[in-house]
């Protein structure tokens, strides 16, 4: 498969690397190291599919172009549009030609990610009564000084739609009773930390994003009727850690079963590889989650810039 990347940022030098000898091309309006400076001037007999880095705004648009050119797709989360009927169209018009298109959540193929779910499948937890996620970075100075990243929504847009796509991984379709705790401007334009979460959710869900963290982090706690679940960090960020208690009736110290990696960060190749899979055995489109993630984000968007501007 011949790929070529649009947009040859960091995210975009990370897919080239690990496309290998699929890429043959890039696309970027300002890095001078791409070979074009628009999707359009690439010639369509040189590539088979496209590997996009590129900010929220032209998504809909160059990604229509490439599936009504007969090109796949795969495309930095969140897929956001300012229509749902957008996603729509995208996801018939890719049908209608046969492509993949493919919204890129590299978390999924973190080991611990993958062993949490599997874990929940199995159903050695019981009832879930409540999930708590945090994730955290130190990009507030960096996003502020962006030309098209400190504004909407902020850390809610970018943080936020990984832990929503990471629950919907793990626990299935997500309620419709969202609502933002809390949501802060401490030094950036847009929100830099925010809290939301949903009652009605099973386990509930309590999930807190923040650029103000300083030293990168990811933390997941799981609390369940047969014992619980913890996750600790990221693998491209050091040793990760996946912990399993099993419960002591009525009461005491819990077994603990800890599985702790080190290893370079696994989840761009993998979620390559699963991307070509997919364009490999002709997988339908199906943009359902994508849907549900851009209506989520909208509404949750519109409450943390009111609570930012009280």
Known sequence: MRVIVVGLGVQGAKRKRFAGPDFVASVDPVNEGAEFRALRDVPLERYDAALCCIPDGPKIELLTYLAQ???????????????????????????????????????????????????????????????????????????????????GSGVL?????????????????????????????????????????????????????????????FNC???????????????????????????????????????TLVQDDPTWEAEYAHFKGLVARGAQTDLATDLRLNQLLRQLGEEALQKVSR
């Open 221 to 259: 706690d799981l609390f369940a009727e047969q014992g619980s679940a913890h996750i600790a960090s990221l693998c491209k960020w050091g040793p990760t850690s996946f912990t399993v208690r099993t419960r002591v009736l009525p009461s005491g110290r819990p077994p603990e079963e800890t599985v």
């Open 69 to 151: 050119h007969g090109k796949h797709a795969l495309v930095e989360k969140p897929l956001w549009a300012a229509e749902d009927a957008d996603i729509g169209r995208l996801e018939a018009l890719a049908r209608q030609k046969g492509v993949v298109l493919y919204t890129a959540y590299n978390h999924r193929f973190e080991p611990p990610y993958v062993a949490m779910r599997d874990l929940i499948a199995g159903g050695r937890l019981g009832r879930l009564y409540h999930c708590r996620m945090f994730y955290g970075n130190g990009t507030a100075r960096l996003v502020r000084d962006s030309a098209w990243r400190d504004h």
């Open 157 to 217: 847009h970018d943080l936020g739609s990984h832990l929503l796509d990471t629950a919907r991984f793990w626990f299935g379709d997500l309620a419709d009773d969202f609502r933002v705790v809390f949501s802060s401007n401490h030094e950036n334009r847009a929100p830099d930390h925010v809290v939301v979460a949903s009652d009605q959710a099973r386990p509930k869900l309590e999930l807190e994003m923040t650029l103000l963290n300083w030293r990168n982090h």
